[in-house]
Each structure stands twice: as structure tokens, then as C-alpha cells.
């Protein structure tokens, strides 16, 4: 129900705020109440009184450092709650259309630091990215407001921010663009890399580097260098896995497809075939196999392990052989 209600709101839309209640902290003057009426680089726009025409308080006149300024604004709470309560229960195509209309109607307040508008557009960009809508999510960090995320926001988003323009390349289906951005994030082939088929990557938290070997095997992919990108893949799906199960799921999914189009396993080669049946197998246990598409769900079993046969008339090695047993000790001197 709450789903609904949100979805419905940010579908038909509200009216864009004119102003907004909050307090700003002053240098001298107290705390005065009031309404922000809009925000630029200088300072805020600010009226004592409703639907009054305000005026502009430079940020130098208001408590705070950098991008910390005492601009408390009323409306932040109630207009995040519902959104963030999508978000946290997974729901994220709701939670992306939630917080897109929190940033619409709240346009007035983007030029603020540290403002709820900004914030909304972030989240809206990691609703999206963990939804899968890539496109969609190319488009909003593509439009002037998201340009006040990496100007308005404070450090805690910049690393995550970082990651989301990453991802845009695959909404734009940009693969240069992409190995550009990539390449920032590899280790320089030099000696004994050169040796490896694809670079190492920078020492980063393996949440991360699970992202950049993913987005790597894109790449990859696309030059169609098959094997890279799917060493890349299982890469991403073992760093995520146990601690980023959407980033798991994704790589795993991303191996399997790149397996059901191998022509030894329509030869149904027995090499190939149990490494599919080894990984669908996993996803199914791991993720459930719902989801799966019927060609790669048939897969989902318990690949056999080999053994090997020995005849019965064949000769064991001595040192394979059981050691004798050790004579029974009489007692005797």
C-alpha cells in the first residue's frame, strides 16, 4: 500500500515548492525562522514571512564550515521517510520514482549546500543502479540538477557517486567511455603483468573491485574476448559473494549467459557442460532459480563428479601400497 502511494504521488506529480520553513544559524543575529525561497553559490534567498519576497543571506554571514551551513529545513524528514522506506526494503523502482519527484518538487532548495534535493537525485541514481535500469540512470546523472551531488554534497557520497557514473557508460552503451574511466583504476602493465591476460587492479575494497571487474568484463565482452570477461565476471562474483548479493547475482547471471553460448556445451562436452551445470547449480542454491530462464535452469543440478576406474587386474605402485603391519611385540627379551 505504501508502494502504491508513493509510486502515485511521484507519478502525477506535486507542485514544485516556492518556499520552504527552516531556521538558519547567522554569525550575529540569532536564529531566525523563515522560509528559503531558493539558493545559489552566494548564499540563500530568505523571507521572515510567507509569500513575502525574500533576499539573499551570503553564506559568509551563516554559522558553519564549507559545505556545513546551519540551514535546518523543516520538510527534509517527512520528504525522504517514505522514499528511504522503499529503498530499505528493496523496492527500488518505487523508491527511484519516489525520490525523483522529492528532487522535482523540491528544485528550489538544489543550489544549498548539503541540501534533501541533491540527496534525493543520489538516491535516485542508486535506486536505479541497483534495479538494473542502467539508461535510466544515465539520463539523471546527464542532467543539470545531479550536477549539484558532486558540488553540494558532503564526502560521504562522493565515493558511491563515483561508481554510478561508472555504470552510466552502460546505459549510454558507451564502451569506450567506459574503458577510459576503467583504465584510472588498473595497476600499469609493466614487468611480470605484462604476462597476465587482463590488469591487475588498484588496491581497493573488494566490493569495489567486484564493480570494475564486472564492468571490465563488459568491455571485454564486447571486444568480444570471451574468456577475459568471463575470468572477470567469476572475479566479481567472488569478491560480492557473502557481502553484495545484488552484485553476486549479476556477475553470476553474466556467467552463465556467456556459458549457454558456447558451442561445446550444445556438443554437450563434458567439460563445459558441468562447469554450467556448477554454476547454474550454485545460483539456483544461492539466489533461487525463479528467476532463471527455462534454457539455463536445466542446468540447475548437481554436476557428476568423475572418478577414475581401475581395473581389477591392475598392478598397485609400491608406494601406493598399504604399509605391513607391524609385528606383535611378544615380551620378550
Known sequence: MLGVTV???????MAQVKETPATVGLMEGGNPRGYVQGANDQGVIFST??????????????????LNKLVRLDA??????????????????????????????????????????????????????RVGNYAQLAKVLESPPAATIDSKLGEYYKKSHEYQKLWAFLGKNDVEGLRAALAAYQKPVIGDAKLLPAPNFNDLPAAEVAQLAFLRGKVYEADGEIDNAKDDYYRAFTLANGNKELMAKLAMGAVMLKLNEDPLLKAEDRAAMAEMQSVAYLFSKRFGSDGMPDAIKKFAV?????????????????DDAPAAEAPAESGEE
Not at 509510486?7 to 506529480?13: E, H, I, N
Not at 509569500?51 to 564549507?66: D, F, H, K, N, T
Not at 548437481?302 to 609400491?318: G, H, K, N, T
Open 76 to 129: 527534509r524528514p517527512e520528504a525522504l521517510a517514505e522514499p528511504r522506506v522503499l529503498f530499505d526494503s528493496g523496492s527500488y523502482a518505487e523508491a527511484a520514482e519516489a525520490f525523483g519527484a522529492v528532487a522535482r518538487n523540491y528544485a528550489i532548495i538544489l543550489g544549498l549546500p548539503q541540501n534533501f534535493a541533491s540527496e534525493a537525485l543520489f538516491f535516485q541514481a542508486e535506486s536505479l543502479l
Open 302 to 318: 548437481r554436476p557428476e563428479v568423475a572418478r577414475p576406474v581401475v581395473p581389477e587386474d591392475a598392478e598397485i605402485p609400491a
Open 7 to 13: 509510486l502515485s504521488m511521484a507519478v502525477q506529480g
Open 49 to 66: 514571512s510567507a509569500g513575502s519576497r525574500g533576499s539573499l543571506i551570503p553564506y559568509a554571514q551563516i554559522r558553519g564550515e564549507g
